[in-house]
């Protein structure tokens, strides 16, 4: 009887300690399943949007160098108050704080790529206004002349007109294949280039070449022009070449295409590898599938506005590379070309065009 009780009594011992070993393990439990939270760190973000607003309130937009294009602070601010409604959110998590602070940071690089830098005077090739003359005002001293078109073409001569802004005799008409000659400069035919100018295509009745209106070009297609073509899309077409090899890039504005009797600020650049068409200030295409710069002409012809060639190279045989047939010249008027030898960023693209639109 004596065994059976103490028997009995180390089995409630027993229970005992599983019952208080249970409550202790349910505890353990239910403090793991609500830790103490860690602390979200904001530092680095407040000291982003601290050096952001810093950046925004201390710049200037505008269209001159050391400016920043206009419009580009509004979505600095943007990323400036999306970033302070997360640094104000008592219940963000780290990984919020953390994508809040890489975003401003993002938002930043792109306010910085809005600076307008100097272009050196140096890098400016040639620079036809047509005020009432073909001078060139870049101070080279590449002055253009006036030249008859091909009979094929109708034989017609750049005539002044109104520009842009209405003012009489301040740009050039074209049509009939009359152009502008500039004599050749091997400055004319860089390894990398932008060409910027104001265009407003016509129709006119032109019966002849209807697909090709081109504004300038050097040599053709065995040096670079820049045309109107198929549904009005700005084309730009350069032979290049590694050394060895050569290949013709034929790019265009696509999708983007431009009305008739409308001006447009039109500039193309180009280097080894990467071509860009903007239209208005707006990059509108790029293409990084030209990794071959231009090729230097070995056989070297004048520089031409209005047309794909010289007059005087037009030849009436058919097995001829320069046969007139294939030609294209402008019907419209141009204005302000502007030649580099450098490839501008967007910010000086946007700059000319902002400066330029307006008296």
């Given amino acids: 009887m004596t065994h059976s009780i103490l028997r009995f009594k180390s089995f409630k011992s027993s229970l005992l300690w599983i019952f208080l070993l249970a409550i202790a393990v349910f505890a353990a439990c239910s403090k793991d399943s609500n830790p103490t939270p860690i602390p979200v760190d904001k530092t680095a973000l407040q000291d982003s949007i601290n ?3 810093s950046l ?26 999306a970033a302070n409604a997360v640094l104000a959110d008592p219940n963000a998590t780290q990984q919020e704080v953390t994508s809040a602070t890489a975003n401003l940071s993002a938002a930043m690089g792109t306010y910085r790529a809005n600076l307008i830098t100097e272009i050196s005077a140096a890098n400016l090739m040639g620079f036809w206004k047509m005020n009432g003359n073909t001078s060139d005002s870049s101070g080279n001293g590449r002055d253009g002349t006036i030249t008859q078109g091909h009979a094929y073409f109708g034989a017609g001569t750049p005539t002044l007109t109104a520009d842009r802004f209405g003012r009489t005799n301040m740009c050039y008409h074209f ?8 004599p050749y400069d091997i400055a004319l035919n860089p390894q990398q280039m932008t060409i910027s100018l104001w265009s407003k295509k ?5 019966t002849v070449n209807t697909d090709t209106y081109t504004l300038l070009s050097l040599k053709r297609w065995y040096g670079y022009k820049v045309q109107y073509q198929r549904e009005n899309k700005i084309f730009f077409t350069v032979r290049a070449s590694d050394g060895t090899d050569s290949a013709y890039y034929d790019r ?8 008739n009797e409308v001006w447009y600020h039109v500039v193309v650049t180009f280097n080894a590898g990467t071509m860009n068409f903007y239209i ?18 070995t ?38 070309v502007m030649f580099y030898n450098i490839v501008l960023t967007a910010p000086q693209v946007m700059s000319i065009y902002d400066n330029q639109k307006t008296l």
């Fill in 51 to 53: 050096a952001a607003q």
């Fill in 56 to 81: 925004h309130d201390g710049t200037v937009e505008g269209t001159k160098p050391g400016q920043y294009v206009v419009g580009s602070k509004a979505a600095l601010q943007t990323a400036i108050d």
């Fill in 175 to 182: 049509d009939m294949g009359g152009n502008i000659e500039v």
């Fill in 202 to 206: 016509q129709l006119l009745g032109r």
């Fill in 252 to 259: 265009d504005s696509d999708p983007t295409v431009l009305d």
């Fill in 280 to 297: 208005n200030g707006d990059l509108v295409k790029s293409y990084t599938d030209t990794p071959f710069p231009p090729v230097t002409l």
């Fill in 299 to 336: 056989s070297p012809i004048d520089f031409v506005i209005g047309q794909d060639l010289p007059t005087n190279q037009y030849s009436l045989d058919s097995n001829d590379p320069f046969y007139v047939n294939y030609g294209g010249y402008f019907t419209g008027d141009i204005d302000d």
